[in-house]
């Protein structure tokens, strides 16, 4: 496979530049940003193009303007994809609860089912997995009923037990930020009470709220036995949006148990 320094060298030949021009090129790219990391000497291209070696960001940067080049296609060529980032974020839980920035890049696919044995009743219990006649592909565009753009996902940290056990510690978050209004009634039981997600000066957190003049008290679930928090509010948090999915496993209660 062509290394990602020879690439670099083509994109530089096809535009007829030679050393001294993307390095000329360089030196107003630094001006412009007012910081010489910007800088690519005319040794140091000579050894990313010829010995392999790795340019720093900034330089990467560089010669990516120069070259006319997406970012996101050289990171490739080094082995970054940048489209992996969320999943592998997935996959190393953190115990704190936090937010959630990554976007979802143009063009982006997922994995879904995109053909079925059979016809599947969704009214009805069933094991889909076992209707997966086929998995592919889709670009995400598809999936504008989930309204990505209104809504805003959260991770409870794997040792937040809160809001345990209607939102369990590991749980996949879905937040509406159009939902910031603290309701003081309108539910009937706590199945049905608004679950607020919120950021204050310590990290974020996870629960019922109520807005009693000027304080913002968030309440943990009574069998969680985590006292609640009072905020000045506004001012020592901000309540994100509220609550509205929720996925997560069932068996964390086990796992307490274990390590308590």
């Known amino acids: 496979m062509e290394e990602p320094g020879q690439k670099l060298r083509r994109a530089r030949e096809a535009l007829h530049l030679r050393y001294r021009d993307v390095e000329e090129a360089s030196q107003r790219v630094a001006k412009f940003r007012g910081n010489d990391e910007f800088l690519i000497g005319l040794s140091r291209l000579a050894d990313i193009e010829n010995k392999g070696t790795l340019p720093s960001l900034y330089r990467l940067y560089s010669l990516c303007a120069i070259y006319r080049l997406e970012f996101s296609l050289v990171l490739q060529w080094y082995g970054i994809e940048l489209s992996e980032l969320a999943s592998d974020a997935a996959r190393l839980p953190l115990d704190r609860t936090h937010r959630i920035d990554f976007e979802c890049p143009e063009g982006a696919s997922a994995q879904f089912p995109v053909e079925f044995d059979e016809v599947v009743d969704l009214r009805q219990t069933s094991y ?4 997966i006649h086929k998995w592919g592909k889709l ?3 598809l999936l504008n009923a989930l309204d990505l753009r209104k809504q805003r996902y959260a991770f409870v940290g794997t040792e937040d037990w809160s809001m345990y056990p209607i939102v369990a510690p590991g749980s996949f978050i879905q937040i509406d930020e ?7 009634d309108g539910w009937a039981n706590e199945f049905e009470r608004p679950i607020y997600f919120l950021e204050h000066r310590h990290g974020y957190r996870c629960g019922w709220c109520a807005d009693r003049e000027g304080l913002l008290i968030v309440q943990s679930h009574g069998s969680s036995h985590v006292a609640p928090d009072i905020f000045r509010y506004p001012g020592e948090a901000d309540v994100i949006g509220q609550v509205v999915g929720i996925a997560m496993r069932l068996d964390q209660g086990r796992r307490r148990h274990r390590h308590s």
């Open 139 to 141: 670009p995400v565009a």
């Open 128 to 131: 889909l997995s076992r209707h």
């Open 178 to 184: 159009t939902k910031r209004r603290v309701s003081s």
